[in-house]
């Protein structure tokens, strides 16, 4: 299953990105990056998998963080008729809107949740979880808020942060494909 998904990812080129003294072995994939290209049958695929988890019945939002999860997130709301709500990295000021503070291995910066309220049953999907430094203040923000989280899909996983977010919040995050990443390049280590 998701065999070309798992060849591209051995095939993804590394480079390094430095942040607060540490170098991050950052691959760069079509599902993450957009570059060179996103392959839609692959977008199908990933698709198709998640509508057969089960989760998607009874979801008001398909929830997303901009901006690697967008296509993830349109594919699936294509197929299902459920509506996307997107995380931005904007601020709107508008009423209700909620803020939070996101880190990655590389980056740092703040995420604005418009749209959302308690109550909503949501799945949230995205591209790749590594350090949990953005889904586990979103999930800690959308708890507080009173939103329902059905289910996390994120479709490439590397390091620690799906075992932290699940020590952490009990949340068990469904990854499509385990990777680890180093200056030399990326090997698949597991998946569904
Ligand atoms: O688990 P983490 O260490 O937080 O890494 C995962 C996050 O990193 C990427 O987002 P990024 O903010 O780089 O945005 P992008 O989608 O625009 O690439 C990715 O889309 C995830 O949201
Ligand atoms: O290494 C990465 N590549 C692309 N997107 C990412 N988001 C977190 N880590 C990465």
């Known amino acids: 299953m998701l065999e070309k998904l798992k060849k591209s990812l051995e095939e993804a080129p590394?480079?390094?990105?430095e942040s607060e003294g540490q170098i991050y072995n950052y691959?760069?994939?079509p599902i993450s990056?957009?570059?060179p290209e996103t392959d839609p049958a692959i977008l199908e695929e990933i698709a198709d998998f998640i509508i057969a988890g089960g989760k998607t019945g009874g979801i008001d939002k398909i929830v997303t963080v901009e901006a690697m999860g967008i296509p993830i997130a349109t594919a699936l709301s294509l197929k299902t008729g459920i509506p996307v709500s997107i995380?931005?990295?904007r601020k709107y000021g508008l009423d209700g809107e909620v803020e939070?503070?996101?880190s990655t291995g590389y980056s740092k910066g703040?995420?604005?949740i418009n749209g959302l309220s308690a109550g909503d049953r949501i799945l949230i999907v995205d591209d790749v979880i590594s350090t949990g430094g953005t889904l586990l203040p979103l999930l800690e923000t959308l708890g507080g808020m009173g939103v329902d989280v059905a289910g996390v899909y994120c479709v490439i996983g590397r390091g620690a942060g799906t075992d932290q977010i699940k020590e952490k919040t009990g949340v068990d995050i469904v990854v499509l494909v385990d990777i680890a990443v180093s200056a030399n390049g990326v090997t698949v280590v597991g998946g569904v």
Do not use: E, N, P
């Not at 590394?14 to 990105?17: D, P, R, Y």
């Open 14 to 17: 590394v480079i390094q990105k």
């Open 27 to 29: 691959f760069i994939h």
């Open 33 to 35: 990056d957009g570059i």
């Open 87 to 89: 995380i931005r990295k």
């Open 100 to 102: 939070l503070s996101q």
């Open 110 to 112: 703040t995420l604005f």
